[in-house]
C-alpha cells in the first residue's frame, strides 16, 4: 500500500500501541469517514458518517468530539488524532455500557440488517454501505465480515455488531 500523505505529517508512538491488523482496520475506518480523501476529519465528515450510520448528532456534538481527539484542540483530526482517540475509548470502563450507546448501536445495527431478521449479511452489508453513499470493494467487504464474523457463520449478528464497534 501506497503511502498517504497524513503518514508523513508526523510520526507517533501510538502506531505502536495497535497490532498490525487492527492499524489496517483503523486505517479503513478512518479513510471511511475521510470522504474527501484530504488525510483530515472534520466535524461535518464525522456528523454524516454518524447519520448514515442511524446515530443522529447535531453539528455542535460532533465539533466536540472532533476537537476532543485533536492533539492541537482544533476542528480537524489526523490519522494519529484518530487512533490516540480511538485508544482512549477502548480503555476499559467503570459500570455497564451507557443506555444512550445501546441504543445507538441498535440503531446502526437496524441500519444494516435490511430483512430484520438479527443478522447482517454480506449482500445487506454491501447494500446498506451504498445506501449510505460508502463505496466499498469486495475485498473490503470480505474483509469486514471476515473480522466482524466471530463464529465464523457468514453474517454478523448484533453480538458481533456491537464488539467490532466496541472493542
Do not use: C, W
Amino acid at each position: 500500500m501506497a503511502s498517504l500523505p497524513f503518514m508523513k505529517r508526523r510520526s507517533s508512538s501510538i502506531k505502536k500501541e495497535f497490532t498490525e491488523k487492527e492499524l489496517e482496520e483503523l486505517k479503513t475506518a478512518f479513510d471511511l469517514l475521510d470522504r474527501n480523501q484530504d488525510g483530515k476529519v472534520n466535524p461535518g465528515e464525522l456528523k454524516i458518517m454518524l447519520n448514515n450510520l442511524g446515530i443522529e448528532i447535531k453539528y455542535e456534538k460532533a465539533e466536540e468530539i472532533i476537537r476532543g481527539a485533536s492533539h492541537s484542540g482544533g476542528d480537524i483530526i489526523d490519522q494519529n488524532d484518530f487512533l490516540t482517540f480511538i485508544k482512549q475509548i477502548q480503555q476499559p470502563s467503570h459500570g455497564d455500557v451507557d443506555e444512550d450507546l445501546t441504543g445507538d448501536l441498535t440503531a446502526a445495527f437496524q441500519v444494516f440488517d435490511l430483512d430484520g431478521d438479527g443478522f447482517i449479511s454480506r449482500e445487506e452489508l454491501k447494500i446498506a454501505m451504498d445506501m449510505i453513499g460508502e463505496e466499498i470493494t469486495e475485498d473490503q467487504l470480505d474483509h469486514a465480515i471476515e473480522v466482524a464474523d466471530t463464529d465464523k457463520d457468514g453474517r454478523i449478528n448484533y453480538e458481533e455488531f456491537v464488539k467490532v464497534l466496541t472493542s
